[in-house]
């Protein structure tokens, strides 16, 4: 049996290696990695994707998450007009999920930062490189994605629209997002949902997409998420903004993009992309 103090030398071995961030819940794919049995000090899901071809980077399929569903009976539930939490971190050590929590902060990272976190200078990036922000304020924003398809083969760019954004995150480890109160109920088996990520700079411009099976509680709504468009830089020009359903954000990829900006600017789920903070109440037909 491991003692605590080799736990804890793993655990910071595996982070300085490959630290990034992803949302822990119960209903998450690939919960205890790829293998057979528990895992607790598991970060294969946080990995970020980049210059992939659609066919590796659609729903981590170049890690093999996709094949590795939540057990029955675990779901994210997603209470209509409501609200739900995941904890953001580098690892699922970090987490109440693994070793009763007893590595969790209130931070992704689990150590102790001051309330106002911020790199040492404007230039600089947080001493966490894994944020990828400089403050709280530079941290681009994350959200979750629906598709009502329980089979994972059916979801498409086209059906799996973003429904909820949580502005200046990932930053603290419990991150609380929003459900819009016309969501429908799931299909028979659940819905899939996607915890999506793109950081605004401070390293490699990559995004981030892992999985989930989902479902929507508390809901007798008979509305009908529309189709997904892409979505459009639109900076601080409402206007031209994509309206309603919009699909994830697919960017610098090897194929399969969906988006273009403008040089020296990174897409993210925020008000610069069209998406308003908070639930996605214009996303039905």
């Given at each position: 049996m491991r003692t605590t103090a080799t736990i804890i030398a793993t655990l910071a071995l595996a982070i300085s290696v490959e630290a990034h961030v992803a949302a822990f819940v119960k209903g998450m794919f690939c919960e205890n990695g790829t293998g057979p049995g528990q895992e607790e000090n598991m970060s294969i899901v946080v990995n970020p994707l980049w210059d992939l071809p659609k066919s590796q980077w659609w729903m981590q399929h170049d890690r093999g998450c996709d094949n590795f569903p939540p057990a029955d009976g675990e779901s994210l539930e997603l209470p209509a007009g409501g609200s739900f939490t995941v904890e953001l971190a580098h690892n699922k050590a970090q987490?109440?999920?693994?070793?009763?929590?007893?590595?969790?902060?209130?931070?992704?990272?689990?150590?102790?930062?001051?309330?106002?976190?911020?790199?040492?200078?404007?230039?600089?990036?947080?001493?966490?490189g894994a944020m990828h922000a400089h403050n709280e304020s530079t941290a681009a924003g994350t959200a979750f994605a629906i598709s009502y398809n329980s089979d994972i083969?059916?979801?498409?760019?086209e059906n799996l629209a973003v429904f909820t954004v949580l502005e200046h995150t990932p930053?603290?480890?419990?991150?609380?997002?929003?459900?819009?109160?016309?969501?429908?109920?799931?299909p028979e088996g659940g819905c899939y949902c996607a915890w999506?990520?793109?950081?605004?700079?401070?390293?490699?411009?990559n995004m981030y997409m892992a999985n989930y099976r989902c479902h929507v509680t508390g809901s007798s709504s008979t509305k009908t998420v529309a189709p997904a468009k892409a979505p459009k830089y639109c900076g601080d020009n409402k206007a031209a903004c994509v309206p309603g359903a919009k699909q994830m954000i697919a960017w610098n990829q090897a194929d399969g993009n969906n988006v273009e900006v403008p040089n020296g600017v990174s897409p993210g789920y925020n008000q610069g992309m069209g998406w308003a903070p908070g639930a996605q109440n214009d996303i039905f037909l």
């Amino acid at each position: 049996m491991r003692t605590t103090a080799t736990i804890i030398a793993t655990l910071a071995l595996a982070i300085s290696v490959e630290a990034h961030v992803a949302a822990f819940v119960k209903g998450m794919f690939c919960e205890n990695g790829t293998g057979p049995g528990q895992e607790e000090n598991m970060s294969i899901v946080v990995n970020p994707l980049w210059d992939l071809p659609k066919s590796q980077w659609w729903m981590q399929h170049d890690r093999g998450c996709d094949n590795f569903p939540p057990a029955d009976g675990e779901s994210l539930e997603l209470p209509a007009g409501g609200s739900f939490t995941v904890e953001l971190a580098h690892n699922k050590a970090q987490t109440t999920l693994a070793f009763n929590g007893q590595f969790t902060s209130e931070w992704p990272d689990g150590k102790s930062h001051p309330e106002d976190w911020h790199s040492p200078s404007p230039d600089a990036c947080l001493d966490d490189g894994a944020m990828h922000a400089h403050n709280e304020s530079t941290a681009a924003g994350t959200a979750f994605a629906i598709s009502y398809n329980s089979d994972i083969s059916k979801v498409t760019m086209e059906n799996l629209a973003v429904f909820t954004v949580l502005e200046h995150t990932p930053w603290k480890r419990v991150a609380t997002y929003q459900v819009p109160a016309d969501l429908p109920p799931c299909p028979e088996g659940g819905c899939y949902c996607a915890w999506l990520w793109v950081p605004d700079g401070c390293g490699e411009p990559n995004m981030y997409m892992a999985n989930y099976r989902c479902h929507v509680t508390g809901s007798s709504s008979t509305k009908t998420v529309a189709p997904a468009k892409a979505p459009k830089y639109c900076g601080d020009n409402k206007a031209a903004c994509v309206p309603g359903a919009k699909q994830m954000i697919a960017w610098n990829q090897a194929d399969g993009n969906n988006v273009e900006v403008p040089n020296g600017v990174s897409p993210g789920y925020n008000q610069g992309m069209g998406w308003a903070p908070g639930a996605q109440n214009d996303i039905f037909l």
